[in-house]
C-alpha cells in the first residue's frame, strides 16, 4: 500500500489542484451568491461525482480512446467550450433580484444544479489526462489496485467538496455586501465572462 508520506503528497497535490479556479469554483461561487447554501452544495456534488466518473474513465478503453484519439478528444472538448460559453452567456443575461425577494430563487430544484455541476465536469476532457498521469505515481502494482484507486479517487472527490464548501462559506460571508443590484449584476457578468473565457481556453487546448 502507499505510504503515508506519499498519501500526504498525493492529497498536497490534490488540495492545490481543487483550489485553483476553475469553471468548478466559479460555478461554486456563482451559485452561493446567487442562491442558498443548500442550492450551491448540491452543484458542489455534481462536481464531485463527475470526478468520481471522470477518474473511473481515466482506467478504461473510453480514457484511453480519448488519450489516443486526437478526433475523439476534439469533439468532447468542443461540446464542454460550447457548454461553458452557454453558461457565461446565461449568466450575463440573468435577471438581477434583490437578495431580500429572492425566496423564489432559492427554490431551485436541486437536482438541476447538481446536473449542471456533473455536466461541466463531464465535458472537460482535461480531468482524465490529469488521473491518468497522476494516478501511476501512486499505485502500487503489486497491491490491491481497486483498493488503491478506491481511497485515491475518493480522498479527491472528498477533497472537492471540504474546499468547494469552504470557498461557498467564505463567498457567504461577504454576500451581503453584494445585495446591491449592481453588486449582484456585476457578480453575475464576472461570473460569466469567466466561464466565456474557460470555454474558449479549452476550445484553444491541445492535449
Known amino acids: 500500500m502507499m505510504t503515508l508520506d506519499n498519501f500526504l503528497i498525493y492529497l498536497l497535490i490534490s488540495a492545490i489542484t481543487v483550489a485553483s479556479p476553475g469553471p468548478g469554483v466559479i460555478l461554486t461561487l456563482s451559485n452561493i451568491i446567487r442562491y442558498n447554501f443548500l442550492v450551491t452544495f ?10 468520481f466518473i471522470v477518474s473511473l474513465l481515466s482506467i478504461t478503453s473510453i480514457g484511453i480512446l480519448l488519450a ?25 443575461r440573468a435577471p438581477i433580484t434583490p437578495l431580500s425577494l429572492n425566496k423564489k430563487a432559492n427554490k431551485q430544484p436541486l437536482s438541476k444544479h447538481f446536473i449542471e455541476g456533473l455536466t461541466i465536469t463531464l465535458l472537460n476532457p482535461k480531468p482524465i489526462f490529469f488521473f491518468m498521469s497522476l494516478f501511476p ?12 484507486f478506491g481511497y485515491l479517487t475518493l480522498s479527491f472527490c472528498g477533497l472537492i ?5 469552504l470557498y461557498a462559506l467564505s463567498a457567504h460571508a461577504a454576500k451581503q455586501c453584494l445585495s446591491s443590484n449592481k453588486g449582484r449584476k456585476n457578480i453575475n457578468r464576472a461570473s460569466g465572462s469567466a466561464f466565456i473565457l474557460f470555454g474558449v481556453a479549452l476550445g484553444y487546448t491541445n492535449k
Open 161 to 165: 467538496i471540504l474546499i468547494h464548501t
Open 42 to 51: 448540491s452543484g458542489i456534488l455534481g462536481i464531485a461525482t463527475g470526478i
Open 137 to 148: 505515481q501512486f499505485i502500487n502494482l503489486s497491491k490491491n489496485y481497486a483498493l488503491q
Open 68 to 92: 489516443s484519439s486526437a478526433t475523439a478528444f476534439t469533439i468532447v472538448k468542443f461540446i464542454g467550450a460550447a457548454y461553458l460559453i452557454y453558461l457565461g452567456i446565461k449568466l450575463w
